[in-house]
């Protein structure tokens, strides 16, 4: 099942101190220990996740000289199955696909409705054993500006967001994404800014009346409620029957599904 649906909840609730406490493996990729050269030379990586449904489950980050020149590059894992254990190895690549470093975390025993940490120490590459056709990408990624950029998707837009940490990233994304893709994207997130924002058809979950305050307005922008509300929304089954993934961190929220329908029609967007 795609993890397309995080991606949007780390961009509205990015600004949240500390590392994220819902479910999935907060990630330490370090590459300290690697020479300034060689960090220098790798601009994307592959993630490869054995243990996860599927499995193996494999996805390409991009764009992340930034937190490898600086010497540890973070990843809030998502799985796609919430008990067992599982093991992730990361290649390091450069422009050209080649591996320049690699390694692999301990097992990790995964805690339902909990992040549990993990840490890679990147050191020479391993031998290349190939890539698979396992998924798209739903990693959260806190990174730099990314390079030159063209024709984003919808689902690729938000990915290409993900990446920002500047208002200049921000800018290179947007122009390089399709019309379609915007207006796609533009929809998913006056949809979350509406139902995390002003509470309008919240039936009253934060203990105010429809129409008030929500989770996400003014200062309450960095809490922890107004990240929980940006996952709800766009998980669970959404008024039409449309589903992305179980419902969390509260499966008995009333923002649960709430923006499911323009959140596929993102993700369809190809």
Not at 217 to 233: I, K, L, M, N
Request: hydrophobic share 35%; charged share 15%; aromatic share 2%.
């Amino acid at each position: 099942m795609s993890r397309i649906a995080f991606a949007l909840a780390a961009l509205l609730a990015g600004c949240t101190a500390g590392e994220p406490t819902s479910f999935g493996v907060n990630l330490r990729i370090e590459s300290a220990g690697l020479p300034a050269d060689q960090r220098a030379q790798i601009v994307s990586g592959r993630l490869r996740v054995t243990g996860d449904s599927p499995t193996p489950f494999e996805t390409t980050l991009k764009n992340i000289g930034g937190a490898i020149g600086s010497g540890e590059l973070r990843v809030h894992y998502i799985p796609g199955t919430h008990t067992g254990r599982l093991v992730m190895t990361f290649d390091a690549l450069d422009a050209n696909g080649a591996s320049l470093a690699s390694g692999a975390s301990d097992p990790i025993d995964l805690v339902d409705g909990k992040a549990v940490p993990s840490t890679i120490t990147l050191g020479a590459a391993l031998p290349d054993l190939g890539t698979s056709d396992a998924g798209d990408a739903g990693p959260l990624v806190d990174l730099g500006a990314p390079p030159d950029l063209s024709l984003l998707r919808c689902a690729e837009l938000i990915n290409c967001l993900n990446l920002c940490q500047s208002q200049t990233c921000v800018d290179q994304c947007s122009m390089a994404a399709t019309a379609t893709a915007a207006s796609l994207f533009n929809t998913v997130e006056a949809c979350i800014g509406t139902i995390c924002g002003v509470d309008a058809v919240d039936g009253g979950a934060d203990g105010g009346a429809d129409g008030g305050a929500g989770p996400c307005s003014g200062a309450g922008a960095q809490s922890q409620a107004c990240t929980d509300c940006s996952y709800e929304a766009q998980t669970g089954t959404s008024s039409t029957g449309m589903t992305q993934q179980p419902c969390m961190p509260d499966a008995s929220s009333s923002y649960c599904g709430k923006c499911v329908d323009p959140l596929v029609a993102c993700s369809n967007d190809q």
